[in-house]
């Protein structure tokens, strides 16, 4: 009889805190790729994954853009959607009911045309029952000053965490655009301002150009690329921002596999969201997971935070 | 009820001209609770490739009863050229049925307008017309090329009649010109069905709402998720600032209900 020594198979430990909200795994779904949350329910166990961020809400509706809002690009998708969305009245009155039932924390993600009313959003959100957390989306222009987007100023990204930290003890994200030209700064700023974690990134600014109608493709000329075409950036970027700053950093940027979310947290993030690939393939983020837990057992990996690579 | 995401199996592709193709695959989750009119989405990339990224929105063709669905379509573009090249015994992820589709009423005439591969969203229609009321069908065209299946519309009803531009098949004329002579011919309450190109269904709202004629209209858009995530297929709706969204709300609106733009 051969007295074979059997390793015990680990049970890798994937629990995450951010900003002091537990979460039991670091693949969240990103805003503005699951909707209100409801609309993926049976094409993905919402119970399963990290956490949902609900598509990005202003304090009033939004009807968004003219179309044509989206373009394929190679590998990657152009959108120009204009943040339209029913207002955070309709979203607390409407949609967060049936969301409670979810064994998932909601993140809300909020946007606003001035300081003020991202303070009004986080204040309005503080009390809601089953909002665990916010994120800010900082990409937005700010109409006070020129339309200038409050994420590419350091002082103004500063002012708008300062506004959203007052109005709220809830967990705030800060998320950034990577359309500025040192993202560490950003990061630093809003950091010490008091943002309780950092998501990254936002989509690049670009266009494309239909040259059959010899016209912009969108019809606001403008718009986000999302998709794998952008992983590179993003990784880059959130390998910069976690050695700037020490609050926790949330991947974002093209992740549609387990081995993009491996090299995201390998970059030190604390946490990944999926995005465009939900749209492709509702089940993307259960699949990360899966895939994210069998390489850590694989590689004899406990905590997932024992990922992030040294340096 | 945001459909199923299967791998399905491919049954049948089948060029039926010159870049027109008929596509089957096993899908019987979908298929069992398909109604006229709904759509799926499709994966057209082999292996995972991410380029193309998204897949593509497809009208339900046909259904039968042994869980297959099939799909009429023409291969324009880089995805639907790739689709093309995808072969029995493949398999491909089908996300399904999708979006609402044509509000039956009975009782009445229903009068089917489809221009081109528009017909691709009407079989269903026609069929489920067929088993209680009386069903006109008009299809219009550029040639006979562009409409291989008429036989499938043909079968189903006395009251067919097909135009195309160049004469290749039925008479030689325009499906307006077709339209206008059917609502005068005749009698009793209509509704009409459309689904074909932009510049024909506004066409068909425009005759028809000026008889106070009942007008469905089936719409396509750019499309990234086909279930209410992205809202990236909004069209314009007629009586306010707001968008319809064509993949939840849609594909099939009352012809009142979009905004049509200038000049009929």
């Excluded at chain 1, 044509?68 to 690009?73: G, H, I, N, S």
């Excluded at chain 1, 990577?178 to 943002?195: F, H, L």
């Excluded at chain 1, 990360?288 to 850590?296: E, P, S, W």
Aim: proline share 6%; net charge neutral; hydrophobic share 40%.
């Amino acid at each position: 009889m051969i007295n074979q020594k059997k390793s015990t198979p680990i049970s890798p430990d994937l629990s995450i805190s951010i900003g002091g909200l537990g979460l039991k795994n670091p693949v969240l779904l990103a805003s503005g790729t699951c909707g209100y949350g409801m609309e993926l329910d049976d094409l993905l166990d919402l119970d399963q994954i990290g956490g949902i961020i609900i598509k990005g809400l202003s304090i009033r509706p939004r009807p968004g853009n003219s179309p044509p809002r989206l373009v394929e690009t190679p590998c990657g998708l152009l959108n120009s959607i204009g943040l339209e969305n029913m207002g955070i009245e309709a979203f607390l009155r409407d949609k967060l009911p049936l969301l409670r039932n979810i064994k998932t924390p909601l993140i809300v993600n909020i946007l606003g045309n001035s300081v003020e009313e991202y303070f009004e959003m986080a204040r309005r959100l503080d009390g809601a029952e089953g909002i665990k957390a916010i994120e800010v989306n900082i990409s937005c222009p700010n109409v006070k000053a020129g339309g200038i987007a409050f994420g590419t100023d350091p002082e103004t990204a500063a002012s708008v965490t300062h506004a959203v930290k007052k109005a709220t003890g809830l967990p705030i994200i800060i998320k950034l655009t990577p359309n500025v030209t040192d993202i560490t700064e950003i990061a630093r700023k809003v950091a010490s301002a008091g943002a309780d974690a950092i998501s990254l990134i936002n989509t690049l600014l670009g266009m494309a150009i239909d040259i059959k109608f010899r016209r912009p493709a969108l019809a606001n000329v403008f718009g986000g690329l999302s998709g794998p075409a952008i992983k590179p950036v993003a990784l880059r970027m959130v390998w910069q921002v976690v050695r700037a700053v020490d609050i926790p950093v949330i991947g974002i940027g093209g992740i549609s596999t387990p081995d993009d979310a491996l090299e995201f947290l390998m970059a030190g993030a604390r946490a990944v969201e999926i995005g465009t690939a939900t749209l492709i393939r509702p089940s993307t983020a259960e699949e990360v997971l899966t895939g994210i837990r069998d390489y850590m057992k694989t590689n004899n990996v406990q905590n997932v935070k024992n990922l992030r690579l040294p340096a | 009820m945001p459909g199923f995401d299967i791998p399905a199996n491919i049954v049948e592709q089948t060029r039926l001209a010159h870049s027109i193709f008929l596509l089957t695959v096993d899908a019987p989750a979908i298929m069992d609770s398909t109604d006229p009119g709904q759509f799926c989405m499709l994966e057209v990339q082999e292996n995972n490739s991410k380029d193309p990224l998204l897949r593509r929105p497809l009208s339900i063709y046909k259904t039968g009863s042994n869980g297959q669905i099939s799909f009429l379509y023409k291969a324009v573009g880089k995805g639907t050229r790739l689709l093309s090249k995808r072969r029995p015994g493949e398999i491909i992820r089908v996300l399904g049925p999708l979006g609402q589709g044509f509000r039956l009423i009975h009782d009445c005439t229903s009068i089917l307008v489809g221009g081109g591969l528009g017909i691709a969203s009407l079989l269903l229609l026609a069929q489920g017309i067929k088993q209680s009321g009386r069903l006109i069908i008009l299809i219009g065209a550029k040639n006979a090329a562009e409409i291989p299946t008429v036989e499938d519309f043909s079968r189903l009803t006395r009251y067919f009649h097909v135009v195309t531009e160049d004469g290749s098949l039925g008479q030689r004329g325009m499906i307006t010109d077709l339209l206008d002579q059917t609502l005068q011919e005749i009698t009793g309450t209509a509704r009409i069905y459309t689904c074909g190109p932009w510049s024909m269904m506004k066409a068909v709202y425009h005759m028809v709402s000026k008889r106070n004629i009942p007008c469905q209209v089936s719409l396509e858009a750019a499309m990234a998720c086909g279930i209410g995530l992205c809202l990236g297929c909004a069209i314009p709706k007629s009586n306010s600032r707001g968008f319809l969204h064509v993949c939840q709300e849609g594909p099939v609106f009352d012809a009142d209900q979009v905004h049509w733009g200038q000049n009929s």
